[in-house]
Structures are given as C-alpha cells and as structure tokens.
C-alpha cells in the first residue's frame, strides 16, 4: 500500500503564495503521474494540475499562469506552488498518484491510485 502525506496549506491573503508538498511511500514500483486536486465546500472535486513522470504538465484553466507543479521522482514528491492566490482557490487540495506495486507471490505488477488526506488552503483577507 501507499501513503500519501501532504503538506504546505494553511491561510494566506489574497495575492499570496504558498507551496504544498506530497510525499508517497510504501510498497511502490514505479509512480506514473502526479497530481493534484481541490475540493471547495458544495463543489465537486475538481483536477488542479498533473504531471507525468517525464516531466510534462497539464493544469486547470483557472490556474494557469498561477500554479506550477513539479515533483522529484527519486524521493517520490510532488509540489505544487501557488502564486497569486485568489479567494476562489480556497479549497481542500489533495494529492494524487497513479502508480504500480509488484506482488512477488504472483510474479506480477499491479496498477492502483492513491489520494492523500488533503491540506486545506484558505485565501482570506
């Protein structure tokens, strides 16, 4: 199984930066892509930025320009930093990871998701 702890939320004024970090640990082979989500009271989760593990990103409309994912493949992390930071993105963010986890017994590699408690991120002035 895999663990994912988030970190980096809390209360910013508008314009604002702040940075969440994830990291996974556990029983994994390989991670394929990374990602963050948020979750605003009374709204549905909704994707927030992705990056495979080459590298390439992909982001929402509403943050582009303003967030930037990265991660570091050899300690299994995952940042998002947020700049500009707008009421709208209060939400709780939640890591992401799509990934693979070898069954010795079974001699084969399985493919699961795992998603972390969530941070909570609050954009007030």
């Known amino acids: 199984q895999v663990r994912l702890v988030e970190s980096g939320g809390g209360l910013v004024q508008p314009g604002g930066s702040l940075r969440l970090s994830c990291a996974a640990s556990g029983s994994i082979f390989t991670i394929y892509s990374m990602a963050w989500y948020r979750q605003a009271p009374g709204k549905q989760r909704e994707l927030v930025a992705t990056i495979t593990s080459g590298g390439s990103t992909n982001y929402a409309d509403s943050v582009k320009g303003r967030f930037v994912i990265s991660r570091n493949n050899g300690k299994n992390t995952v940042d998002l930093q947020m700049n500009s930071l707008k009421p709208e993105d209060t939400a709780d963010y939640l890591c992401?990871?799509?990934?693979?986890?070898?069954?010795?017994?079974?001699?084969?590699?399985?493919?699961?998701?795992?998603w972390g408690q969530g941070t909570q991120v609050t954009v007030s002035s």
């Open positions: 992401n990871v799509d990934y693979a986890y070898y069954i010795d017994s079974e001699r084969r590699l399985v493919r699961d998701y795992a």
